[in-house]
């Protein structure tokens, strides 16, 4: 008879698909059974197996068209651009699906990611390439790339480009000195009061402007990306963030393209706002609405593939240590590393859900390392050795972040059309 845990505080039996805090018409309970993308998640689980990633493309799509329309609303008909932050997922299929959706660009923060963005078929004009400490090895290889658009956060990087791609059209990667992210993690933050190795600061701006003249360069976009995972609730700090670097954009006469950077978040907890993207893309017209040279470009990554991904694992133990429950499942932090690098959760939900009192228990993974928990004392409906546990938001910075600790990288992933 395979194990199960028993009631430590007792409730009421499992709440209604109304209640849960999770729940959209392709993400839901049908008879206790979950649903994801029109598909049941325990059929999924038995064809497929577990430590098995899957990605809904009509979730993706209206995601991207959530923000579409947003720009549209907004007032910026033909002055946006959308770029998908490629480090939040690589996955072939997915990257392929985006192309053929015609909504999206490509982010990308490498030479391999440009390379794997065209051979998923989009052109290099669509990609738009931002990183720091870049070396000799890595500019060549992106000054060989025609049509590819990139921008320089240092010195050294305008000159170096300078000399590869004169007479060509850069970006600058500006640091404002302050920055956004959620519910003021800082862990989310890439520009605040701790100096940070992204951007050009203030003090060095004329000297990237003249930099830039000199070595035949011409300034066409000035791009920031201060922070990710921010939500309706530090929207104002996100305004307080444009502000600050519009001092940046009144000096380029040579401006087309203010590109906003990502961190759009998605909710992680109940508790969480969603974003207010109408909202959101007020504030950015309040700040460029009457700048009708410039196109505005955003870089999302976490808003159109976490919350379009599941990741599915297997209950291997249900065992008590004094005053927990720890529930084992058959993989470790290292295939998902984002709730132990940036504490952002991936909240676990049953694929078939029992009836009964809900219990407090903590999720833990198969690594050997103290820090492999997925979750803690989360209440969850009675559990079963075997079972069948969904781990939600695992679209993005997941499976692109795994390594093989412990030789235990394997998993696999499927796009859902």
């Known amino acids: 008879m395979s194990a199960s845990f028993q009631s430590v505080s007792a409730q009421s039996n499992p709440p209604d698909l109304n209640s849960e805090w999770w729940s959209r018409c392709d993400l839901q309970w049908c008879q206790d059974r979950l649903q994801f993308a029109g598909r049941d998640v325990d059929n999924l689980s038995r064809q497929f197996g577990t430590r098995t990633f899957f990605y809904s493309t009509s979730r993706i799509r209206s995601n991207a068209q959530r923000i579409e329309s947003a720009f549209l609303a907004a007032g910026f008909a033909n002055r946006y651009r959308i770029h998908f932050a490629m480090k939040a997922n690589r996955f072939a299929p997915l990257l392929c699906f985006l192309k ?33 400490s870049l070396s000799r090895e890595d500019l ?40 956004v992210g959620r519910a003021d993690n800082e862990k989310l933050k890439y520009s605040g009061s701790n100096t940070t190795k ?59 393209n ?62 008590r240590k004094r005053g927990t429950i720890f ?34 228990c903590t999720i833990a993974g198969h690594i050997n390392e103290a820090l492999d928990i997925w979750y803690h004392d989360i209440e969850l409906p009675p559990l079963r050795e075997e079972d069948t546990l969904v ?9 692109s972040m795994a390594s093989n600790h412990c030789m235990r990288g394997d998993f696999r992933e499927f796009l859902l059309c």
Do not use: M
């Not at 999206?104 to 990183?131: M, R």
């Not at 300078?162 to 302050?178: A, D, E, Q, V, Y």
């Not at 504030?283 to 599915?312: M, N």
């Open 140 to 179: 060549d290889r992106l000054s060989r790339i025609e049509g590819l658009r990139i921008n320089c956060d240092s010195l050294r990087a305008i000159a170096a480009w300078g000399k590869r791609r004169p007479g060509s059209c850069i970006g600058f990667r500006i640091n404002p000195g302050c920055g």
């Open 100 to 132: 053929q959706t015609g909504l999206v660009g490509i982010d990308a923060c490498s030479p391999n990611e440009v390379e794997h963005a065209i051979a998923c078929g989009f052109d290099a004009s669509e990609v738009s390439f931002t990183n720091t």
């Open 198 to 256: 992204f951007g050009i600061y203030r003090e060095q701006f004329a000297d990237a402007l003249q930099l830039a003249k000199a070595s035949n360069l011409t300034v066409d976009t000035i791009h920031f990306h201060t922070g990710c995972g921010y939500l309706s609730p530090q929207l104002e700090q996100w305004s307080e963030v444009l502000v600050q670097c519009k001092w940046f954009i009144d000096q380029v006469e040579t401006l087309r």
């Open 327 to 360: 529930v084992g499942v058959n993989a470790g932090f290292n295939i998902a590393p984002e709730p132990t690098v940036y504490r952002l959760p991936l909240h676990p939900v049953p694929a078939v859900r029992r009836s009964g009192p809900a219990t407090a």
């Open 391 to 399: 781990l939600l938001n695992a679209g993005a910075y997941s499976s």
């Open 258 to 319: 203010v590109n906003v950077g990502g961190g759009l978040g998605v909710p992680h907890v109940a508790s969480d706002s969603r974003l207010n993207l109408d909202e959101w893309a007020k504030i950015l017209s309040q700040q460029f609405g009457d700048r009708s040279e410039l196109t505005i470009e955003v870089e999302p990554g976490d808003y159109l593939v976490k919350d379009a991904g599941i990741l599915l694992l297997t209950v291997g133990s249900i065992e």
